[in-house]
């Protein structure tokens, strides 16, 4: 699950009913002997990729990208003293 998910201590602590100090003891405990029956090292991909080279530098074989997501415009108060005063 800690692979696959990548759960933050707390929630296993809340999924798995014991303290999240344990849940982090068991999963670096655990790991080297799951990384053994494997044959392979668990490891998450790399997430942060902040410029669309850096994107095409890491996977030079795609062809296309979709992005499915609406921007929405919203209303901010520009008055910084009316903001204050509502606070």
Request: include cysteine.
């Amino acid at each position: 699950m800690y692979c696959k998910c990548y759960p933050t201590f707390d929630l296993m602590s809340v999924l798995f009913e014991f303290d999240r100090s344990c849940a982090h003891d068991w999963v670096h405990r655990l790991m080297p002997i799951l990384e053994t029956a494997l044959g392979q090292k668990q490891a998450l991909p790399e997430r942060k990729i902040h410029s669309i080279e850096g994107f095409l530098a890491k996977f030079a074989d795609v062809q296309a990208v979709i992005i499915d997501g609406t921007e929405r415009p919203v209303q901010r108060p520009q008055d910084i003293a009316f903001v204050s005063q509502q606070v």
